[in-house]
């Protein structure tokens, strides 16, 4: 029975963690549109720029860079493990192909980035 609970356990953090930031930034922006509400109800002119989400402008390269490492991470430690499943005599060394998923992921986001970036220059 233990044998459940433990993977359980370690399996819902990272889901607790992504549920928290969800829920943060969905308070965030409930607390900015109430803001943007009572500015309108007392008659104040509201500048378009407050209507528009604000990010950074380095959000893709970031979230490029940490995919990738990500990818080659996983792609390392798997090809470093020791090791083979029971019965079947396949190596753990074997799946360091699950790293290419946020490897591509990574490669795509800092294409992307780089695309914008010259539009920008252009425009």
Known sequence: MEFIFIPLIVLSAPVLIVLMT????????QARYRTLLQLADKGVELPPQLLVESQPGDVERRRALV???GGIG?????LSLP???????????????LGLL?????LGYLASWWFNR??????
Do not use: C, K
């Open 67 to 69: 995919l990738i490492g």
């Open 74 to 78: 996983v792609m390392a430690m798997f």
């Open 83 to 97: 090791g083979q499943f029971d019965g079947n005599g396949m190596h753990v060394s074997q799946l360091w192909g």
């Open 22 to 29: 969800l829920r943060y930034r969905d308070r965030q922006t």
């Open 118 to 123: 010259r539009e920008q220059a252009r425009g």
């Open 102 to 106: 946020p490897l591509m992921t990574g």
